[in-house]
Nanobody, 123 residues
């Protein structure tokens, strides 16, 4: 089992920045690929970014490319999502996920999920 706890969400003005953190605990959590997803009210959960267990490979959704950066510190069992130039449409609950089938964009390839953290961008 892997437990995930997100933090760092909040209210920010458009153009601002936030850094989300996802603290992982449990068995061999540092060997899992990690992902960030988001879900806006009334919409389906969507892929945002992912990182391989080594940190050497990253994927991004087109909508956040060049604005968001995913990283991880395996010594701290923590994954980060640095979000810059935030837009109103980035408003959503952000979820951290872990999977042992390699870096992926698909929700179904992740086995463990955090409870989510709210990000609200005011226009």
């Amino acid at each position: 089992q892997v437990q995930l706890v997100e933090s760092g969400g909040g209210l920010v003005q458009a153009g601002g920045s936030l850094r989300l953190s996802c603290a992982a605990s449990g068995r061999t959590s540092s060997t899992y690929a990690m992902g960030w997803f988001r879900q806006a009210p009334g919409k389906e959960r969507k892929f945002v970014a992912a990182i391989s267990w080594s940190g050497g490979t990253t994927y991004y959704a087109d909508s956040v490319k060049a604005r968001f950066t995913i990283s991880r510190d395996n010594a701290k069992n923590t994954v980060y999502l640095q979000m810059n130039s935030l837009k109103f449409e980035d408003t959503a609950v952000y979820y951290c996920a872990a999977g042992n089938r390699g870096i992926a964009r698909l929700i179904g390839l992740y086995d463990y999920w955090g409870q989510g953290t709210q990000v609200t961008v005011s226009s």
